[in-house]
Nanobody, 117 residues
Framework: QVQLVESGGGLVQTGESVRLSCAAS????????MSWYRQAPGKQREFVAS???????DYADSVKGRSIISTGNAGNTVYLEMNSLKPEDTAVYYC???????????WGQGTQVTVSS
């Protein structure tokens, strides 16, 4: 199993930046990819960005060009830096991990990002 703990959310102004962190513990050597998702009030959870164990990244169109997903040197922390924040970026941001051989993904508890206009 893997445990995921997010941090770094908060209240920011439009145009500002935020850096979210997700610390993984447990079977981290089995992690194939880590991702960020978000869920705004009344909306479904949506994909934001992902990074594989090989370093390949992918981004949702809504954040592409103003977001960077990266991992720490030890490989057990994933970061999401989001710039030029907009009110529509307001959501709870969740960390996700996919493990080799696991039937289900692992999720963190989420961290709130609120962008005020």
């Amino acid at each position: 199993q893997v445990q995921l703990v997010e941090s770094g959310g908060g209240l920011v102004q439009t145009g500002e930046s935020v850096r979210l962190s997700c610390a993984a513990s447990g079977r981290i050597f089995s992690i194939m990819a880590m991702s960020w998702y978000r869920q705004a009030p009344g909306k479904q959870r949506e994909f934001v960005a992902s990074i594989t164990s090989g370093g390949s990244t992918d981004y949702a169109d809504s954040v592409k060009g103003r977001s960077i997903i990266s991992t720490g040197n030890a490989g057990n922390t994933v970061y999401l830096e989001m710039n030029s924040l907009k009110p529509e970026d307001t959501a709870v941001y969740y960390c996700n991990a996919k493990l080799r051989g696991a039937m289900n993904d692992y999720w963190g508890q989420g961290t709130q990002v609120t962008v005020s206009s």
